[in-house]
């Protein structure tokens, strides 16, 4: 059975893109079958993964325009999955919908139609709450959210916690926080102290491997492969690899 995993965080900058990416090309490297779903009006996940490529259909057109999941859908053999990409239209949808019954629901329904095709699907969602990353956590069973961690990491998590419970008891869906992925980890005192707090006061599991502030990860974006194939014995992508098996389970 497919499980639909969202990447979320308000916060700009913690790696959701290049979490969603690596991760994603880990699983299919250990034979999964992967599809990526890049809801950000950003589009940081499709050029990273395709460049400047231009398609025929994003999410967008299936959110607004009704196109089948199927025709927004490409494969990366760079990547070893499948992408669902984004364009910058999407960061109308809050008013193009605003008046569209069932508009929480419009991903939940797309993803339904090819989820059967994929053993995992991952939603890289954009830096705020707003009514796509609604249409991510009402289309997933499991969120995980990656945190630079620094003073500030643990007001932003309560703030997705809170939104997660709002969801239950407004619109009746459960989503499991599966937990915190440590992201740009560099061992320093402070950071180590955040860390500290974040697994004392917010009641969700933080994964053991950390991913270090690594220089080929970001290089990996330029080069357009996921960062196993750009650096395979880097940091990164062992830590990369070592997370994914841990997410996996
Ligand atoms: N482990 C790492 N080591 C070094 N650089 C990293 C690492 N992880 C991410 N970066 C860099 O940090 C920047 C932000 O990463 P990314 O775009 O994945 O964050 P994001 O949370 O998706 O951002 P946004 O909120 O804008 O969508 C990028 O330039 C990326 O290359
Ligand atoms: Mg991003």
């Known amino acids: ?15 959701k893109t290049t979490t969603s990416i690596n991760v994603a090309a880990s699983w299919s490297k250990m034979g999964k079958k992967v599809l990526l779903v890049d809801l950000d009006p950003q589009s940081s996940a499709t050029h990273s993964i395709f460049g400047e490529r231009e398609f025929e259909s994003t999410v967008y057109d299936v959110l607004v325009n009704r196109v089948e999941a199927k025709q927004a859908i490409y494969s990366s053999k760079d990547f070893g999955f499948d ?12 008013i193009q919908l605003a008046a569209h019954y069932g508009r929480e629901r419009l991903l939940k329904k797309a993803i339904d139609t090819v989820k059967r095709k994929y053993d995992v699907v ?43 419970n709002n969801l239950r008891t407004g619109l009746g869906h459960k989503v499991e926080v599966r937990g915190i992925v440590i992201t ?8 180590n102290d955040v860390i500290q707090k974040v ?12 991913i270090p502030d690594n220089i080929s990860v970001e290089e990996a974006h330029h080069r ?18 070592a997370l994914s098996e841990e997410l996996w389970v």
């Not at 669902?84 to 999407?90: F, S």
């Not at 740009?184 to 950071?191: C, G, P, V, W």
């Open 1 to 15: 059975m497919s499980k639909v995993v969202s990447v979320i965080n308000q916060k700009g900058g913690v790696a």
């Open 83 to 94: 992408v669902m990409p984004a364009e910058i239209l999407l960061s109308g949808v809050d």
């Open 122 to 164: 991952i939603v890289d969602c954009s830096p705020s709450l707003g009514l796509l990353t609604v249409n991510a956590l009402l289309a997933s069973k499991e969120v995980i959210i990656p945190i630079c961690p620094e003073y500030f990491s643990l007001k932003g998590i309560e703030l997705i916690l809170d939104t997660i």
């Open 184 to 191: 740009r980890y560099r061992n320093r005192k402070i950071t």
């Open 199 to 210: 697994r004392d006061e917010i009641g969700v599991k933080v994964f053991s491997n950390y």
């Open 224 to 241: 357009h492969v996921p960062v196993n194939k750009y650096a395979p014995s880097s940091k990164g992508a062992k830590a990369y690899a």
